[in-house]
């Protein structure tokens, strides 16, 4: 008779034998970053030609190759577009949970373009240019986004829509927790609560969901993927919640009444600064009120420094360096799915940054170009080498 | 120089056309000139703004850059929102020295910014900097195509008024002149001409009453002779005349 193995997620014992590979894989694309002397040659280039040269010699030679487009906006589509090969490729490999752990990444690129799909429906754009601009990573099946702006923008259509449609997408949990809090709070129909919530608060509402959901899944799966993946959603969800007062002030979402309501709700429910934090937060009116709430959590309170006195580096950027910091971290220890975020968020840093250097070399705007998070850089300032 | 009858009456005439295309091309000189001072103004205002606005463009596209960087990609959502302008040119009519100008006024509809929360979750600061960098850009460029356009009219109007103005000196005013110059030397001639025929027929008068004096007091001769020249023997009767005393009627 076999006692049954009590099997830990991470452990060392069946890790690799589901997960090995993928992990493999993860391991061999942190290769294909551009390392600190590809970003010194493409600081140093004059041109965009002069930077679809340089990347030849780089991990991206098979994608600029074959495009002839050289505007930023082309090279961005061109390392999403190697990123999305990348990740489907993993995505394939893999077994449970880490499939369902690889869609819950993708799940926040779905909720944008839901978004997008939805506003473009009620303008009345093209579906086939409303398609184009969705991010591939959050593709759904074609049929169904098809016919998301289909549907008559009027409350039956809307009401119609979201049973048939959103319920059966793997975001469809989300929009009915969020439909259920504003009907309760609004009493109005599906349709007005999109039409008169900005897009950008559904969205918020959304991620929020989204981030409690997969801290859930996390922490259910144990082992060093819940320490580790923990400590990187809580640190999302603060960024959010800060960047959410910061930037409600002067808008309608800081009026006394609005707070407590609408702001507080879109704060996420994980995180270190939940619940004492956001509930301070929530009282918030102006920048000098949020200073003190970061004044007694020392993370932030750095951060908080950095973009009150500095007028060099701006809030984003410190928290981009923060989120950089945290997620080569991830790569660091073996056994967990931590590395498979931390690869797509830090690809994504890596194209913001290239974006970042064609537009300044486009714009002649040289003093300016240094101003990016490098990724896995021997010189960053928590390696203990000098930014150069 | 032939059709026109070299009268007096169309002398003056003349003289008055020649008055009025005088006067109207001393005022349409004054014109002239005022516009070409406001054209000088307006050359070196559209030369500053365009100075600025090159350093402006390229200010408010590096800010977008940023915002992107900092925000990611908020274009589309941007350009898939309701777009109600916030912003509004209004056109107005300047008057330069009779000259109607076009003129761009800019003004706020009051419209509040639909994309308020846009960059809710990262950038938002970067996005406020956006809106007010391109806000002012949008000012110049509104400032700069309302400078170009009326620029553009009062050159027009210039090159019409320096048009009538040299008509006027080179064409109108000689061509009258020319006229009152032959009217004046026509009536000059037929004054002439009558003084001169006045002349001959006072002197052809003076002889003919030299003639008639003379043959006067040649009569006057002959009578005396005559008289002189009577018989001893009274007669009588040949010293009566008949007409002498009034109470003979025979």
């Not at chain 1, 040269?53 to 505007?71: C, G």
């Not at chain 1, 993946?229 to 809580?234: D, H, I, P, Q, T």
């Not at chain 1, 920048?287 to 973009?307: D, Q, T």
């Not at chain 1, 250097?357 to 003093?367: G, H, N, S, Y």
Request: net charge negative.
């Amino acid at each position: 008779m076999t006692t049954k193995v009590q099997m830990v997620h991470g452990g060392m014992t069946d890790f690799n034998i589901y997960h090995g590979y993928p992990e493999a894989l993860v391991r061999g694309m942190r290769c294909s970053f551009l390392s600190d002397a590809d970003y010194h040659h493409l600081t140093q280039c004059e041109s965009l030609d002069d930077i679809k040269l340089n990347l030849a010699e780089s991990d991206y030679s098979a994608a600029v190759a074959d495009s002839d487009n050289l505007t930023p906006s082309g090279f961005q589509g061109v390392a999403v577009q190697k990123m999305v090969t990348e990740f489907t490729y993993l995505r394939t490999q893999c077994v449970e949970p880490l499939s369902t752990f690889l869609d819950f990444i993708t799940y926040e690129y779905m909720i944008e373009n839901i978004m997008l799909l939805l506003k473009g429906a009620l303008s009345g754009r093209n579906i086939n240019e409303l398609l184009a601009q969705c991010h591939p990573l959050g593709m759904f099946k074609a049929s169904t986004m098809r016919s998301i702006p289909t549907f008559e923008p009027n409350a039956r259509g809307f009401a119609d829509l979201y049973q048939t449609v959103l319920v059966d997408t793997p975001v469809g949990p989300y929009f009915a927790m969020f439909l259920q809090e504003s009907s309760e709070k609004g009493g109005g129909a599906v349709r007005n609560v999109i039409e008169e919530v900005e897009i950008e608060i559904i969205k918020s509402s959304l991620i929020k969901y989204w981030i409690e959901d997969f801290y859930q899944f996390c922490m259910k799966l144990g082992g060093d993927t819940a320490e580790i993946m923990g400590e990187l959603l809580k640190v999302r969800a603060d960024t959010n919640a800060i960047n959410i007062t910061l930037n409600s002030f002067g808008t309608s979402l800081n009026e006394p009444a609005m707070r407590i309501s609408d702001r507080k709700r879109l704060y996420p429910s994980v995180g270190h600064l939940y619940p004492a934090g956001t509930a301070m937060l929530a009282d918030v009116s102006n920048e000098e009120e949020l200073g003190r709430v970061l004044e007694l959590f020392p993370a932030y309170s750095g951060i908080w420094n950095i973009h009150s006195t500095g007028n060099d580096k701006s809030i984003d950027d410190a928290f981009y360096e923060r989120d950089v910091q945290q997620l080569e971290l991830a790569f660091e220890g073996q056994m967990h799915f931590g590395v498979f975020y931390a690869y797509v968020k830090l690809k994504e840093q890596e194209i913001r940054n290239l974006v970042w250097i064609t537009e300044c070399v486009l714009q002649q705007q040289k003093d300016e170009i240094e101003k990016f998070v490098p990724v896995f850089s021997f010189h960053a300032p928590w390696r203990g080498g000098k930014k150069k | 120089m032939s059709e026109v009858p070299p009268t007096r009456m169309n002398q003056q005439v003349y003289k008055g056309k020649k008055k009025a295309a005088e006067s109207g091309h001393k005022l349409l000189k004054k014109k002239a000139d005022a516009l070409k001072v406001k054209f000088r103004d307006y050359a070196k205002m559209i030369a500053e703004t365009k100075g600025t606005m090159a350093s402006d463009a390229t200010t408010a596209f590096f800010s977008l850059t940023q915002a992107e960087y900092a925000a990611g990609n908020f274009k589309q959502k941007v350009a898939e929102g309701t777009l109600t302008a916030r912003v509004r040119v209004g056109a107005g009519i300047d008057n330069v020295a009779g000259v109607k100008l076009p003129v761009f006024s800019v003004y706020e509809t009051g419209a509040v910014a639909d994309n308020q929360s846009l960059g809710l979750v990262g950038g938002g600061k970067k996005i406020v900097a956006v809106r007010d960098k391109f806000t002012v850009f949008l000012n110049q460029l509104i400032k700069l195509a309302s400078l170009q356009t009326s620029f553009v009219t009062l050159d027009e109007a210039m090159k019409v008024t320096n048009r009538r103005v040299n008509a006027l000196e080179n064409v109108t005013i000689p061509k009258i002149q020319v006229v009152l110059d032959y009217i004046e030397r026509e009536l000059d001639e037929l004054e002439r001409e009558d003084f001169t025929r006045l002349k001959l027929v006072q002197s052809k008068k003076e002889v003919a009453e030299k003639l008639a004096q003379a043959e006067a007091t040649k009569l006057r001769k002959v009578e005396l002779l005559a008289k002189a020249n009577m018989p001893n023997d009274e007669d009588i009767t040949a010293q009566f005349c008949a007409q002498d005393d009034e109470d003979v009627v025979f």
